[in-house]
């Protein structure tokens, strides 16, 4: 693949990812927690289509980056897809149309993965969790609720596989993420949490709640859950939760810029159709006996890729000056274009601008110098090795 068409595939996900997330004309779909934030100072803009909380007015952004890495905030995700896919080629299905090794996994297991397309693009990042050999539970992106709604089913239709796919329209989300998140919701339930580990997941009353789900994952880099909730509670919950000190509200704002320090990718930006798992440094997510046995839509590219090297990666650099932000472009040493930034901003924790963007294998090394373009200003700017902010996922339960 020359450079040239390999700039062409980064505008083209520039454009992609706008379509996504951009502003919306329409009317803004409302989570069930809608009067709960504005009632609390929330400020609320459109978001894939919803209504969301950029932040609170209790809290800066930064100051709410700051108070999630050392204390513990509460996050509203409830516009993201919830799906339960059963029956007894649920399993054979999901493993047609992601990469997941649902085999490997145990009950109560979750994992990252992708559903792709047959050129071996990811057409959205979601996790699966495995309740058990029978039944999924499935969470992904918002702005691709639709889209995988209709390919999911249409899909399933046209095979002769025995499988249901329910979509959890009346259950709510709320992410629970810090380090002191475990000491907030064990106050409100039974189960021992030190025994439920990163990935995983359990069905459990939280304060009086019946039926939740509780999976210790997130979108932060640090310890936290994620809890899907009647929506017809889910004020109640939030409400019990916010008054547990420390907690706080956090809104997309902070989410942002934690999930960038994590070195986490934001479909439509860091992710696309236009990218496969293996470009987008997710080829951890494809187990060897996927790699080796394929069996999944798409996988002649990614195998191939798995196999060699693909031509361009996802990588994370660092500057300092003004910072980059989605589409500033990535300069080689002499001044040549040959990437775009996908994702940045200034790190509150690390006190310096992070982004990532997709460049040429051949300069991708960690240490390599680079130079970044941000408006009329010429920066230095270094590759560096992702997460930029060490994760604190909770990996320890017996």
Same mark, same amino acid.
């Given at each position: 693949?020359?450079?040239?068409?390999?700039?062409?595939?980064?505008?083209?996900?520039?454009?992609?990812?706008?379509?996504?997330?951009?502003?919306?004309t329409?009317?803004?779909?409302?989570?069930?927690?809608?009067?709960?934030?504005?009632?609390?100072?929330?400020?609320?803009?459109?978001?894939?289509?919803w209504?969301?909380?950029?932040?609170y007015?209790?809290?800066?952004?930064?100051?709410?980056?700051?108070? #999630? %890495?050392?204390?513990?905030?509460?996050?509203?995700? /409830?516009?993201?897809?919830?799906?339960?896919?059963?029956?007894?080629?649920?399993?054979?299905?999901?493993?047609?149309?992601?990469?997941? *090794?649902?085999?490997a996994?145990?009950?109560?297991?979750? #994992?990252?993965?992708?559903?792709?397309?047959?050129?071996?693009?990811?057409?959205? *990042?979601c996790?699966?969790?495995?309740?058990?050999?029978?039944?999924?539970?499935?969470?992904?992106?918002?702005? %691709?609720? *639709?889209?995988?709604?209709?390919?999911?089913?249409?899909?399933?239709?046209?095979?002769?596989?025995?499988?249901?796919?329910?979509?959890?329209?009346?259950?709510?989300?709320?992410?629970?993420?810090?380090?002191?998140?475990?000491?907030? &919701?064990?106050?409100?339930?039974?189960v021992d949490? /030190?025994?439920?580990?990163?990935?995983?997941?359990?069905?459990?009353?939280?304060?009086?709640?019946?039926?939740?789900?509780?999976?210790?994952?997130?979108?932060?880099g640090? *310890?936290?859950?994620?809890?899907?909730?009647?929506?017809?509670?889910?004020?109640?919950?939030?409400?019990? &939760?916010?008054?547990?000190?420390?907690?706080?509200?956090?809104? &997309?704002?902070?989410?942002?810029?934690?999930?960038?320090e994590a070195?986490?990718?934001l479909?439509?930006?860091?992710? $696309? @159709? @236009?990218? #496969?798992?293996? @470009?987008?440094?997710?080829?951890?997510?494809?187990?060897?006996?996927?790699? /080796? @046995?394929?069996?999944?839509?798409?996988?002649?590219?990614?195998?191939?890729?798995?196999?060699?090297?693909?031509?361009?990666?996802?990588?994370?650099?660092?500057?300092?000056?003004?910072?980059?932000?989605?589409?500033?472009?990535?300069?080689?040493?002499?001044?040549?274009?040959?990437?775009?930034? $996908?994702?940045?901003?200034?790190?509150?924790?690390?006190?310096?601008?992070?982004?990532?963007?997709?460049?040429?294998?051949?300069?991708?090394?960690?240490? +390599?110098?680079?130079?970044?373009?941000? %408006?009329?200003?010429?920066?230095?700017?270094?590759?560096?090795?992702?997460?930029?902010?060490? +994760?604190?996922?909770?990996k320890?339960?017996?």
């Amino acid at each position: 693949m020359n450079r040239v068409s390999i700039l062409s595939r980064w505008r083209q996900q520039l454009i992609i990812g706008a379509r996504y997330y951009g502003e919306h004309t329409g009317d803004l779909k409302k989570t069930a927690l809608y009067d709960f934030h504005v009632s609390h100072g929330g400020r609320m803009v459109p978001f894939a289509g919803w209504s969301m909380p950029l932040q609170y007015e209790e809290l800066t952004i930064i100051n709410s980056t700051h108070h #999630t %890495r050392k204390a513990a905030s509460l996050f509203d995700v /409830s516009h993201m897809l919830q799906l339960q896919i059963t029956g007894k080629d649920s399993l054979k299905f999901l493993e047609w149309v992601s990469v997941a *090794d649902l085999q490997a996994l145990e009950n109560g297991a979750a #994992t990252l993965s992708v559903l792709t397309s047959p050129s071996g693009g990811i057409l959205d *990042d979601c996790i699966i969790t495995k309740d058990g050999p029978n039944s999924f539970f499935v969470v992904s992106n918002a702005g %691709r609720a *639709d889209h995988d709604w209709s390919h999911l089913t249409s899909l399933l239709k046209q095979s002769s596989l025995n499988a249901t796919i329910s979509r959890l329209s009346e259950c709510s989300l709320l992410a629970l993420q810090g380090p002191q998140m475990a000491s907030v &919701l064990q106050q409100g339930v039974i189960v021992d949490l /030190s025994k439920l580990a990163f990935m995983h997941s359990a069905i459990m009353d939280v304060f009086g709640i019946h039926g939740c789900r509780v999976s210790r994952c997130g979108y932060t880099g640090e *310890d936290g859950v994620e809890v899907s909730v009647p929506s017809d509670r889910a004020i109640e919950l939030a409400s019990k &939760l916010l008054s547990v000190q420390p907690v706080k509200l956090a809104g &997309l704002g902070a989410r942002d810029i934690l999930r960038l320090e994590a070195g986490l990718c934001l479909y439509g930006s860091d992710i $696309t @159709e @236009e990218t #496969t798992p293996v @470009e987008a440094g997710l080829s951890w997510c494809i187990s060897k006996r996927r790699a /080796s @046995e394929g069996g999944f839509i798409g996988c002649e590219k990614i195998q191939k890729q798995l196999k060699g090297k693909p031509a361009v990666r996802r990588i994370g650099i660092k500057s300092e000056g003004p910072p980059a932000r989605h589409g500033a472009e990535v300069l080689s040493s002499n001044g040549n274009v040959i990437g775009v930034v $996908t994702s940045g901003g200034p790190s509150p924790i690390l006190g310096y601008n992070i982004a990532m963007a997709y460049l040429p294998i051949e300069v991708s090394k960690v240490g +390599t110098i680079l130079q970044l373009r941000v %408006r009329r200003n010429v920066l230095h700017t270094e590759v560096v090795k992702m997460p930029f902010v060490p +994760t604190k996922y909770f990996k320890s339960a017996k």
